[in-house]
């Protein structure tokens, strides 16, 4: 990762809670391994049905989300997060899409998503992100609808 040690590279995200959202097994697996070997804890979910359950459940700090799935888009996953209950209504939410389409990025930042991240995407990159987003969290620099990063 660019300016971190390997020794700070498996501590970036220690104690993290991040429930990944993504219909595409390969992605889910990928992106969760790598979140994971950064020393987050995921949850990972094929479908937005059951989300707003496991938000619930888990307690996570970030929620990252397909945009394109079945059923349940990302879309409404974080309309129904930002309007649902009080105690996930901020949660850093990071949308991801292979939909390069410039009004697809804006909506998704529209919708309430922090972030979005065209797939393929480096996943440092989205680690790196996700370290900035909680560190606006603890007081840090606001990302908020600052769309693609």
Partial sequence: ???LSDEEDL???QGLKILLVDDNLDNRDIISYALQS????????????NALK???QFQPQVLISNIAMPLVDGYSLINSVRQG??????????????LNEE????????????ACLLIPFNLEALIE???RLT??????????????I
């Avoid at 950064?38 to 049905?49: H, K, R």
């Avoid at 009080?86 to 949308?95: F, R």
């Avoid at 606006?136 to 769309?147: E, F, M, S, T, V």
């Fill in 135 to 148: 560190s606006k969290d603890k007081g840090g620099a606001d990302l908020r609808g600052q769309g693609q």
């Fill in 54 to 56: 496991m938000l619930e």
């Fill in 129 to 131: 992100l996700v370290i």
């Fill in 11 to 13: 501590q970036t995200l």
């Fill in 103 to 114: 009004e697809v990025l804006e909506r998704a930042c529209q919708s309430g998503f922090d």
């Fill in 38 to 49: 950064a020393g987050a804890e995921v949850v990972t979910l094929t479908c937005a049905v």
């Fill in 85 to 98: 209950s009080t105690a996930y209504q901020d949660i850093l939410a990071i949308a991801i899409t292979a």
């Fill in 1 to 3: 990762m660019s300016g």
